[in-house]
């Protein structure tokens, strides 16, 4: 069940991003009836917004792993701690399923998360059901575990620990530095071939990337954190995801060159994605931040998924399309073949260690 939280403002009340977010909008979700319109009052002065900060709500769920059939991507179960992500990323692809919630892909997305509290029971449960069989499952692959609300609440930590006593392969996908909090487990488990990182980076601009993901780590911490990972034996993968035409597309062979200094074993690419709502709050963030270059970026954005914003096709929402696309994946071929990284994690995980232990967490085994 989970707990809903009342913003302190209403939805759309609020224009131009607050401090240390990227939305510049709150647009109530499309599930909902009602929408409300900020108004001018007639005062003509201007006002300071109040700070708008982070509520989080707690949700039990009753199953940790959810499936999926999609033929383009690489899992078929992965698991998310969290629902929203306060490093507020402007370009997430996940934004809209807090309209799921009733709430805002908007600032909502930043500022109003659920945590799944007692989702390593609920893993556990999943891993118990008769008939269960084991593969990798993806972690992180809608929100970060690791963002700032895991370094209270210790969630993707119980969840390692679950993994570890059945036996479970994972991989994990993350922009956070938390994550070297918990390298006494990841440790043990890439030992035993059950556990692989990704660390996403979109690009090595600090002022760039403060502005298009204000809450996750600059991305020097985030090569730091590859560095910590590799000096633990846990393979890493450097995402340089999503890339953006015109205005990131420039770093991808600086961001792969950097990550393979730092212990990078693998690479994956991935062009920007804008289903549903993230396309306008895309396309308000690049005239507020880049207005000069506004018109070329979304440009190539349209170029890029067949003169739309985005074009959800199996097949094309991964990869795009047309000569940026082609230029961009041909770019990534000879950049991994000249740094000797790997093009994503090719093998999969160990999955001939999984058992069920006899006792849970709460009640371990008497022998």
């Not at 506004?294 to 990869?319: C, Q, S, W």
């Not at 073949?337 to 232990?357: I, N």
């Amino acid at each position: 069940m989970v707990m809903v939280m009342e913003s302190s403002l209403p939805r759309a009340a609020r224009t131009g991003a607050a401090p240390g977010r990227a939305a510049g909008a709150n647009e109530a979700g499309r599930f909902e009836r009602h929408a409300r319109e900020a108004v001018d009052d007639g005062w003509d002065r201007e006002e300071d917004l109040p700070p708008l900060r982070t509520q989080v709500a707690e949700e039990r769920p009753r199953r940790a792993v959810t499936r999926n059939d999609s033929p383009d991507i690489g899992f078929d179960r992965s698991i998310n701690p969290y629902r929203g992500c306060e490093h507020g990323c402007i370009y997430c692809f996940a934004r809209p399923t807090h309209a799921f919630l009733g709430m805002s892909p908007g600032l909502d997305f930043e500022t109003r998360l659920v945590a799944k509290e007692g989702i390593a029971e609920a893993l556990e449960r999943d891993l118990r059901r008769p008939g269960y069989r084991p593969r990798r499952v993806a972690i992180g692959t809608a929100t970060d575990p690791y963002q700032p609300e895991e370094a209270k609440r210790g969630l993707m930590r119980d969840v390692l620990e679950v993994m570890g006593r059945f036996g479970h392969p994972a991989t994990i996908t993350t922009r956070g530095a938390t994550i070297e909090r918990d390298l006494d487990l990841l440790g043990p488990l890439a030992e035993r071939g059950l556990v692989r990182v990704a660390i996403s980076v979109t690009t090595l601009d600090r002022a760039l990337a403060r502005a298009m993901e204000p809450r996750a780590p600059v991305p020097k911490r985030r090569l730091q954190a590859i560095e910590a990972l590799d000096r633990a034996g846990v393979p890493v993968m450097i995402s340089a995801s999503p890339m953006i035409p015109a205005l990131t597309d420039h770093e991808l062979e600086a961001i792969l060159g950097a990550a393979r200094e730092a212990g990078a074993v693998a690479a994956s690419c991935i062009p920007l994605r804008l289903p549903g709502e993230v396309a306008p709050l895309f396309r308000q963030w690049v005239e507020e931040h880049r207005p000069d270059a506004a018109k070329r970026i979304m440009g190539r954005v349209n170029e890029l998924h067949g003169g739309r914003d985005y074009d959800p096709d199996f097949g094309k929402r991964m990869t795009g399309q047309g000569v940026w696309a082609r230029l961009l994946r041909r770019r990534f071929d000879v950049a991994v073949a000249r740094l000797g990284l790997s093009d994503g994690w090719g093998g999969d995980l160990r999955a001939d260690q999984f058992g069920v232990p006899l006792g849970t967490r709460e009640q371990p085994s008497l022998f």
